[in-house]
């Protein structure tokens, strides 16, 4: 079994079974933990190994009565909160700043690519969850990626004729089926998810096609999967920065925000 998967399985079953052990903290109402934070009017990006764009508006819109978040694991995921912190600020951070030297134009074209060779996993979620008319979409784009975008490194599908990708996932898959989010959780190095999410990433690496399209060892797709990381921070415009400056606590912040986000993202 691959080092990734094994980390996955590690941490979530690791977190889920802690979960059960006594003395921890009960539900926490996300609506009381949005009263501790300020600066909402300007919506920032949660950090979950990468931003997402669509992550501001997704928040903006959530709904006022955000659900309840069962967060018994809050001490050990505050501990791991502070790592992926630490983590950003002195080695993602720089890293992705010295990246800035490669022109935008480039590192939007690497974002691109990586994005449409992931599209078997949001294509067959889709289906999944019995979404034909998005699965369409993420197969036009697909074909016309590769093909007049050279292999995914241009999006002339969304620049053309405005056919954006759908954001579809293992996690979401559950959900639509009646799959409860579970515990709040912080993976190091991945982020915020809960316990549901995790498993739907065990999932979505059968899917992924890194696994099968070409014959790399562990340490090059993690090397691989780093430098996609790196690249979508340097495209990002400080979000992150902007939460820790205006949230009183960004931990329940991002444990909110990124709550209601998967949540509509399930509702969809």
Known sequence: MRIKVFLFHFFCFLFIFSASAPGQEGPVPAKDEASRVSGEKNGTAAIEGKFDEDFVDDFDEADTDAPIISDPLEPVNRGIFWFNDKLYFYLLKPVARGLRIVPEPARISFSNFFTNLATPVRFANAILQLKFGDAGNELARFVVNTTVGIGGLFDPAKRWAGVRKKEEDFGQTLGRYGMKPGIFIVLPLLGPTNSRDCLGRVADYFIDPWQYAIEAKDLEIIVLTVF???????????????IKRQALDPYAFIKNAQTQRREGMVGE
């Open 228 to 242: 996609e990381t790196v690249n979508e921070i340097s495209l990002d415009k400080d979000t992150y920065e902007s």
